[in-house]
């Protein structure tokens, strides 16, 4: 089994076993372009008791799992740390392509929803500046 779908699926005694034995924390190369957090937490449950497991050195939080754990400082850290990605930030083509906004929703995370239509808001606002010069 894979750590990425022991992340999404198994009891968390065997993900601490994976963690312990040394697998890839990370888990990148994947269809889902999640990696080994995003599968835990991305889905249809998010897994916050293997988010809490996972942070091995390597293993990074991205904008998908900080917003599916409901993580503000780091939400607004990833942000601001790459203000035109996140903007433009699209899931993979399994996930329909999730804008931010889209995975808020998905998530049932209200405060982020207002976040990213306001990040959506601003990127229209830079492309129609960007014109008028």
Same mark, same amino acid.
């Given at each position: 089994?894979?750590?990425?779908? /022991? #992340?999404?699926?198994?009891?968390?005694?065997?993900?601490?076993? %994976?963690?312990? #034995?040394? $697998?890839?924390?990370? +888990?990148? +190369?994947?269809?889902?372009?999640? +990696?080994?957090? +995003?599968?835990?937490?991305?889905?249809?449950?998010? !897994?916050?008791?293997?988010?809490?497991?996972? *942070?091995? *050195?390597? /293993?990074?939080?991205?904008?998908? $799992? /900080?917003?599916?754990?409901?993580? #503000?400082?780091?939400? =607004? !850290? %990833? &942000? &601001?740390? #790459?203000?035109?990605?996140? $903007?433009?930030? =699209?899931?993979?083509?399994?996930?329909?392509?999730?804008? *931010? %906004?889209? &995975?808020? @929703?998905?998530?049932?995370? *209200?405060?982020?929803?207002?976040?990213? $239509?306001?990040?959506?808001?601003? !990127? @229209?606002?830079?492309? =129609?500046?960007?014109?008028?010069?």
């Amino acid at each position: 089994m894979r750590f990425t779908c /022991a #992340a999404a699926v198994a009891d968390l005694e065997i993900v601490e076993m %994976l963690v312990e #034995a040394g $697998s890839d924390v990370v +888990g990148t +190369g994947d269809d889902y372009e999640l +990696g080994v957090l +995003g599968w835990a937490t991305c889905f249809r449950r998010v !897994r916050e008791d293997v988010a809490d497991v996972s *942070p091995a *050195p390597g /293993a990074k939080l991205d904008l998908w $799992s /900080a917003i599916a754990l409901d993580r #503000a400082d780091d939400v =607004r !850290r %990833l &942000h &601001h740390a #790459a203000i035109q990605r996140c $903007s433009n930030a =699209r899931m993979s083509r399994n996930e329909h392509r999730r804008t *931010p %906004l889209h &995975h808020a @929703a998905a998530k049932n995370r *209200p405060r982020w929803c207002g976040s990213c $239509s306001i990040w959506g808001r601003d !990127r @229209a606002r830079r492309r =129609r500046d960007r014109r008028r010069r």
